[in-house]
């Protein structure tokens, strides 16, 4: 089926909810809330219909009976009824010559309905019709307003409006999941920590729309920096290595893959009626593609952000500066957990970080070998230096900055100072400031609205870092490879 065709899920001209209600606390009537409202915003462009056999009026909108009465043309439909009667919905659809259709109902092949999924199947390849779905949540764009997510965004709690399900704002990272009920989480994380989406994808059952069309779409989405997928199952390996190994060419993938365990594979079964398959197995085809792995929500989320933000680190050698000798330890150990050497600084920079010594730039008592430790005297001048000396180092490729701001002798304004500093790098930077309290989190963001990830704790900072050099190996290996090739074509041309 043509791949085009997946630019009507993210830019329709038109609308239609099959299933829209007048009962708030159902998915017909939120999902047509929500169109409403980003069309008062003016970020939905497009046209919108309400089909409901039932009433007249919903929202203020007329209902049609059936998306063949509406007499403009409709692009996508999102359908939010019965299961027994969405082959028929999605016949009229195909009456109507509607390009896509984002199947939000349940009861197919999840609880066992095969037959039901199967003639859904039929229906949209005769007509030739594109599916997100069915048992999803649907798509959410920050960019054009297309939100079928049907999880309401405000709940009320005493009287009070509560943030439930809130969107996050517009961003660079692109969202890829299988699970509905992980990717409302995701949004909510990422609303909350004001992280920026550009399209989030909740897939389901994947009875057309898989991961590898989604891939091969957001690989040349201007919007798309970054691509995170949460995944239980592939069903098209060989074509999702293919894809996923062309699109990480462009930009970084990097993912979580539930269902390790025989019981979590098991549970992944009766979730979306997935075959989880060996873990080894996706292991393997994610390394050969470039796909970064990892092992949890809030990894996928720590290294989505680095990737966005920061450039690849090729070579891999890696420094990391602190106030606190314990934190710096904890960054050491994660990074060789992970298969990252923090490797002895080479002996000319030995050299000119002893001289810094001698000179009271930083504190004779020091540790300089990697990490360099500025112990509880810290001052915003010593970070300062001694990331001037980092940056100018030939040797380092990666920095990791370990700010801890409970030390009295760090002024309030230190995270400036060190923007002003890092803005004169090429290389990646990571930070990490510790703590929930008031001046961490302001600290922490003064940081990230410069371009600088910054982390809560130490081992998340290092685990972002080493997403960086992952990547960066995967690109200087493509590259490496480009090379040979180049050169082989070329003796090949030779008399």
Known sequence: MDLGNIDVFFKPRGVAVIGAARESFKPGHVILRNFLENMMNGVFNGELYAVNPNVERVLGLRCYKSVRD???AVDLSIIAIPARLVPEALEECGGKN?????????GFKE????????EVKRISRRYG?????????????????????????TRTIGGSPVLATPRPKPGPISIITQSGAIGAAILDYMSGVEMGVSKFVSYGNKVDVDEVDLIEYLKNDEKTRVIALYVESIDRGFEFIEAASKASLKKPIVAMKAGRSEGGARAAASHTGALAGSYRIYEAAFKQS??????????????????AYQPPAPEGNIAIVTDGGGAGIMAVDTLESLGVRVNVFPEDLLRRLEEMRRKNIIPMFAAIKNPI???????????????????QSSWVNCILIIALHHIPTLEGDFPDR????????????????IGEAEMGKRVRSRLEKAGIPAYQTPERAATAAWSLIEYGKHIKKLALKTIISSISQLNTLKP
Do not use: H, W
Request: aromatic share 4%; glycine share 8%.
């Open 98 to 106: 509607v390009g896509g259709a984002i199947i939000i109902s349940s």
């Open 70 to 72: 509406i007499s403009e």
């Open 111 to 118: 609880v066992g309905n095969n037959e039901l999924e199967e």
């Open 129 to 153: 019709i594109r599916v997100i779905g069915p048992n999803c949540l649907g798509v959410y764009d920050a960019y054009t307003g297309v939100d079928t997510i049907f999880l309401q965004q």
């Open 290 to 307: 470039g796909v970064i792995l990892v092992q949890s929500l809030e990894e996928l989320m720590d290294c989505a952000k680095a990737l």
């Open 418 to 433: 060190i923007i002003e500093i890092c803005r004169e790098s090429a290389k990646p930077i990571i930070a990490c400031d």
């Open 373 to 391: 430790d500025l112990t509880g005297i810290a001052t915003a001048e010593m970070y300062i230096e001694s990331l001037k000396t980092l940056i």
